[in-house]
């Protein structure tokens, strides 16, 4: 069976026997992308891992990405692999901060790893996993780095403390203002001043390179 031909036969397949669950199915690329309900995912793994039709024995990734501006912020795709009919199928399900995923620990083991590391970055809870813990951030960290309402500079920093002679946590405080730099400008100028003196301009780093230049070329 050819590798375009299963796509199209397995799309038409799953989309009658599972129309209760399954909101929409796209082919791209030669990829098969199946969009479910978020409660329905261990019971569509089971259907894909056991079904004679399907057998995608392989879970290769889970990933996540937060979508903030939507109800449904959060889109976790799966991606499946078959050896047998040598083919690929995303299953794709969306869902917020409230809701929860069913673990797929029991169906993929390898999914333990995978489901720690959307835990730990976005916060989404799976139940019935039997060691769902920080995987990539440290001891006692508060919030989800990758969720797009977590500030990119974080709320701690660690630092050595050299009176206590201990590594310890501090509020993150940055030593200057975040500033705009131009190359037309020099260190620390006003950038709403337009015009600057030719004293000033001849230490902009544009016009030592042309005062440079203008002297090889002599």
């Not at 078959?82 to 999914?111: C, Q």
């Not at 060691?131 to 500079?153: H, N």
Request: glycine letters at 2%.
């Amino acid at each position: 069976m050819l590798y375009k031909n299963y796509l199209s036969f397995f799309k038409q397949y799953v989309s009658l026997m599972h129309t209760r669950y399954i909101n929409k199915i796209v082919v791209d690329k030669n990829q098969l992308f199946v969009y479910i309900s978020y409660n329905f995912i261990r019971q569509f793994s089971l259907f894909l891992r056991d079904h004679s039709i399907s057998l995608f024995k392989v879970l290769i990734e889970i990933a996540c990405v937060d979508y903030i501006t939507r109800s449904n912020r959060f889109e976790v795709s799966y991606l499946f692999l078959s050896l047998k009919y040598y083919s690929r199928v995303n299953v794709v399900v969306n869902l917020n901060e409230l809701n929860f995923l069913g673990s797929l620990t029991s169906i993929y083991s390898n999914s333990s790893w995978y489901e720690r590391e959307v835990w730990d970055m976005f916060g989404i809870f799976f139940s019935y996993h039997n060691d769902l813990r920080r995987i990539l951030t440290d001891y006692g960290f508060k919030g989800y780095p990758l969720r797009k309402d977590f500030p990119l500079s974080g709320y701690v920093e660690v630092i050595y403390d050299f009176d206590s002679e201990l590594v310890s946590y501090v509020p993150v405080k940055f030593i200057q203002e975040f500033r705009y730099y131009s190359y037309d400008l020099y260190w620390g100028s006003d950038l709403s001043k337009k015009k600057l003196t030719s004293s000033v301009n001849l230490f902009s780093y544009r016009n030592v390179l042309k005062n440079s230049f203008k002297k090889l070329d002599n």
